[in-house]
C-alpha cells in the first residue's frame, strides 16, 4: 500500500513508497507531502491493472519510440560501417551503399518519421514488397530491400530500441536466378584471350583460376603474391569472409604474374 515519509528530506520535499507492477518497491519525491501520497497511489493503482491484465507492462523500448527513424537509422548505418560485418570488421562498401539507399527508399515509401511507427508496419511493408514484385523487379532483389529493413529492426530490438521484431512474420521470397551461368568453353577462353593486351589477359586468367571477385582482384598487390609457394595471399580487409587465407594459382601462371610485375608495368592493372 502506497505510504509517504511524514518527514521531509534535506531539500524540503516529500518521499512516497508504494509498489510496482513486479512487486518491487519504488520512490517518488514531490515538493508536498499529499502530493507525494497522491502520485504514490496512482502509481500503485497502474501497477495493480497491469498485473490484473488490464494494462501493459511499460517497456525500455517505450521510451525510443519517439525517436526520430532518420537518427536512429544513422545509428544503424554508423554501427555498420564501424563493426557490423563478419567477425566485427566494417561492412563491404557496396554493402554499406546498398543499405543506405535501402532503408531510405522504405523510410520514403512507408512515410517514416519516428521509430514507433515500424511497429505496425508490416502490412504496409507487405503492399510495399508486392509494389516491387509488380515493377518486375526479381525476387532476389525484393528480398535485397526487404532484409535491409528486417536487419535494422532486429538491430533495435537488440538494443532495446524495440520491444519485438514488427517484421518477423514477413514471408520469405522465391530467389531462383534468372540467369543461368556456365563455365566457358575452350574455344571460347581462346577467343576472349586472342585480343587482349598482357595485363588484361593476366588479370582474366587470375579471375578464372581463382574464383576471386571483382573487388578482390582490384584489391590484390604486388606482395600478394607469393611466388615460391605459387598462391596468393588473400588479406581480411577485403575477403568476404574477412579472414586471412591464400589461393593456390598454376605455377605457369605465377611465373607470369611474377615476370609482369617485375617488369614495371603493373600499373597498367
Known amino acids: ?18 509498489l510496482d507492477h513486479t512487486g518491487k518497491r519504488r520512490t517518488i519525491t514531490m515538493s508536498t507531502k499529499n502530493k507525494a501520497l497522491k502520485t504514490a497511489q496512482r502509481k500503485e493503482a497502474v501497477a495493480e491493472e497491469i498485473k490484473l491484465g488490464l494494462r501493459r507492462a511499460p517497456d525500455a523500448a517505450d521510451k525510443h519510440l519517439k525517436r526520430p527513424i532518420e537518427e536512429v537509422a544513422q545509428e544503424y548505418l554508423d554501427w555498420g560501417n564501424a563493426q557490423g560485418g563478419r567477425k566485427g570488421k566494417p561492412w563491404g562498401q ?8 535501402h532503408l531510405a527508399w522504405w523510410q520514403s515509401r512507408l512515410r517514416l518519421i519516428e521509430l514507433g511507427d515500424l511497429v505496425d508496419a508490416l502490412p504496409q511493408v507487405e503492399k510495399a514488397v508486392q509494389y516491387l514484385l509488380n515493377k518486375g523487379r526479381t525476387g532476389k532483389t525484393v528480398a535485397n530491400y526487404s532484409e535491409a529493413l528486417r536487419a535494422f529492426c532486429i538491430w533495435c530490438k537488440g538494443r532495446r530500441y524495440l520491444a519485438n521484431d514488427p517484421l518477423e512474420s514477413l514471408a520469405k521470397f522465391d530467389t531462383p536466378p534468372q540467369t543461368r551461368r556456365r563455365a566457358m568453353t575452350k574455344d571460347e577462353v581462346k577467343k576472349l584471350f586472342a585480343p587482349c593486351a598482357v595485363h588484361r589477359r593476366l588479370l582474366y586468367e587470375t579471375a578464372m583460376y581463382s574464383g576471386l571477385r571483382a573487388n578482390e582482384l582490384r584489391s590484390l598487390t604486388v606482395e600478394d603474391l607469393d611466388a615460391e609457394n605459387c598462391r596468393l595471399l588473400l588479406q581480411s ?11 593456390p594459382l598454376p605455377q605457369a601462371l605465377i611465373f607470369r604474374l611474377q615476370e609482369f610485375a617485375n617488369s614495371g608495368d603493373v600499373h597498367q592493372l
Do not use: C, I
Not at 237 to 247: C, E, I, L, P, S
Open 1 to 18: 500500500m502506497a505510504t509517504v515519509r511524514n518527514n521531509p528530506t534535506k531539500s524540503g520535499k516529500y518521499q512516497a513508497l508504494y
Open 94 to 101: 557496396v554493402h554499406a551503399r546498398n543499405r543506405e539507399s
Open 237 to 247: 580487409d577485403w575477403t568476404k569472409n574477412r579472414a586471412d587465407g591464400f589461393q
